[in-house]
């Protein structure tokens, strides 16, 4: 069956534009996790859904960041006036198990920003 | 604080061999899982093998066992008979709260 995926896999944008990050998950997966990986800050854990509900958007950088799920499935995350500090590698994961109990995550590739 | 620490940025083992990755974590939560994720260069995160702070028995999954030490805080894991393809970023993470906490990782290198 197909894994998580992610789109686009590259995205170069310059620097006040916004961007749109998506994630479909594994068909049938309730809960679904972003996060972000850069050279910089590390690993860091931005937001979860169960459903279409984000219970907790303490993780988020900054209110340029927002994120939704629709339909319990895709979930895309925006970021609005890309700063050079946004380039990262932003992950999506996905798991069967609900919410923060997620114990196996099945991760996408990534989607690599670079903000010029 | 949620911490999660990893202090060693690079190990190498010999082929066959066991290896141990240390990792030790702070929280306040009384509830809180352990987990431990790889990343090969690929970039893929794998998941290996999870803790939760109640249970009573430590983790295993194939060659993966985690040793998990309460009182010291700390959730190592160990990799029995390395192989060449377990040469990889590895990645202890604590669940506590709302969030996930990321230690810094530990690169492995399996010589042959």
């Known amino acids: 069956g197909a894994g998580v995926s992610q789109s686009p896999s590259n995205k170069v944008t310059e620097k006040g534009k916004d961007v749109e990050l998506r994630c479909d998950p594994i068909s049938g997966h309730t809960a679904l996790y972003w996060y972000r990986q850069s050279l910089g800050q590390g690993l860091e854990f931005l937001i979860y859904f169960q459903g279409n509900s984000a219970p907790d958007k303490s993780g988020l950088p900054s209110d340029r960041f927002s994120a939704e799920r629709t339909g319990g499935s895709v979930s895309t995350l925006t970021i609005q006036r890309t700063q050079q500090e946004d380039s990262a590698v932003y992950l999506c994961?996905?798991?069967?198990?609900?919410?923060?109990?997620?114990?196996?995550?099945?991760f996408g590739p990534g989607t690599r920003l670079t903000v010029l | 604080a949620q911490k999660i620490t990893q202090t060693q940025p690079g190990m190498f083992v010999q082929e066959k061999e066991a290896v141990t990755l240390d990792c030790t974590y702070d929280?306040?939560?009384?509830?809180?899982?352990l987990f431990w994720y790889k990343q090969p260069s690929s970039g893929e995160m794998i998941f290996l093998i999870y803790q939760g702070s109640y249970d009573q028995q430590n983790a295993t999954e194939g060659r993966y066992s985690l040793n998990f030490q309460k009182a010291r805080k700390s959730a190592n894991l160990v990799i029995s008979a390395s192989q060449l393809g377990d040469s990889a970023m590895y990645f202890c993470v604590m669940r506590a709260g709302n969030q996930f906490y990321f230690g810094t990782g530990t690169s492995l290198t399996v010589i042959p």
């Open positions: 929280t306040s939560d009384p509830s809180y899982g």
């Open positions: 994961a996905s798991s069967s198990s609900p919410g923060l109990a997620g114990i196996k995550q099945f």
